[in-house]
């Protein structure tokens, strides 16, 4: 059956302040002034697919190296910032995403019969909070009302309070009631209204976000991070939380950018590699990418990808290896009618990774190796490789060994490579543990930029409009734009790459 995205809210776009006119802004006079529960939380699922290109592609993806810029005019990935980019993804939170859960909280949170929708949207209003800071840091949170404009609250505050309330959630949510509202499986786009499902994401998002902060607050990280595993982390790829985007109704897709467009190419960095981890071509590479039919390279036995960062591009850019077009993953081929592909919000094989930092970090007894290994082996079986493939690869590869900064670099490569193509949490995993190896822009970091020369980007800047419309509530540290800068490290940062030596840092333990 195909599901159908129900549109409810207008106006998300304009920019706006996250707390002011929110009515005038967000009222439609034609709109459903009640709308059920399932068809606002479509929508709500959906808001992080919206805007792809200008939300994720142009700055994660690029950030973590996964993709390379192939357009001239494009210079974010020299770390310059573009606020009539970045700030659509600011706005589809705060005005479309947030403001609909709440709307959703207010009309059926009070109403015993529909707990478990309370609970769902909560968790998921946690993952979205998680997003959100892995791009800026401090927000807007504690308060936030439409109404009035509050304090921008740090890190931490909002970090201890999201672990709060998806234990809360978690532990709330009765998949057993038969008194319970239950949301149409067609409408609960990631789970299906499976609230064991529900319960194993939520845990693993905590799990997520105590990994995050194990540099910054180990012990805090530690706590969470058992509670979450003891609690129940995802147990397989059946587990896996993505969003479907329809092949009618967004246009900004991976595809079109690799395919269509010509936008962009397979990163240098990410082809090269999956070919030195083992002696024989990661399986996986030539399942995602390949030349297109009208490059000279088509048909080559090796993939080479483009250099991240040029000012000006070689006139040949476009001739490196793109997203293949007759890709059987799922991630980009989608169902095969009216699912264009899917966007990951948490893959299977990130959890399991999860769970093998947490045992290399001691707080379990598991052994690091054998995990790390069960997350390529999960990583390959969802991408589609065939499982004697995949053996051949995984028996290459060398165990986990050396000082824990040599295995923890070992463990976050095969990870950066596993969690393809969620480039938030690559991004996230660079900037937390300076691994992988990966390279600053290779014509220098831009003189129109707020990232120093010789430094990697740290953050997305807060949009323009929030020193028009709430400067006097911003960070004090950040509250022009001037001080507003990409090369500020967030609170779980807590290391300067460039201090890394002979590949290692000696800030991860």
Known sequence: MKKLLIVLTAGFFITTSCTENFEEINTNPNAVTAPQPGQLFNRIVTTPVFDYQRNVNLFADFYSQYWANTVNSFESGRYEYVDGWAATGWNAFYVDGLANTKTLK????EDPFYSNLTQVLEIFECSEWSRMMAYYGDLPYFGVDFASKVPYNSEKEIYYDLFERLTKAVNALDSSA??????????????AWDLEKWKRFGNSMRLRLAIRISNVDPNKAQTEAVAAINAGVMQSNNDVAHVPAWVNGFYDYLRNMALLWDNI???KTFIDLMYSQTSIED?????????????PLFGSARLEGVANGYNILPADANDFATMNE???????SGDGADIDHYQPIMLYPEVLFLQAEAALRGWTSEDPTALMQEGVRASMEFVGVDSADATTYIDELA??????EEQLKQLMTQKYISNFPNGREAWVDFRRTDYPDLTLPIDGVSSAS?????TYVKRIRYPDNAFNSEQDMLPADQNTIETNRMDKRLWWDTADTKTKSNGLMNSNF
């Open 106 to 109: 207010r009309l059926y949170g």
């Open 178 to 191: 038969t008194d319970q509202f239950v949301m149409p499986s067609e409408q609960d786009l990631i789970y």
């Open 265 to 267: 190419r397979a990163s």
């Open 283 to 295: 399986p996986r590479a030539k399942i995602w990418f390949n030349y297109k039919a009208s490059s």
């Open 326 to 332: 007759n890709t059987t993953y799922i991630g980009f």
């Open 399 to 404: 165990p986990l060994s050396g000082s824990k």
């Open 450 to 454: 707020t990232v120093s020369s010789g």
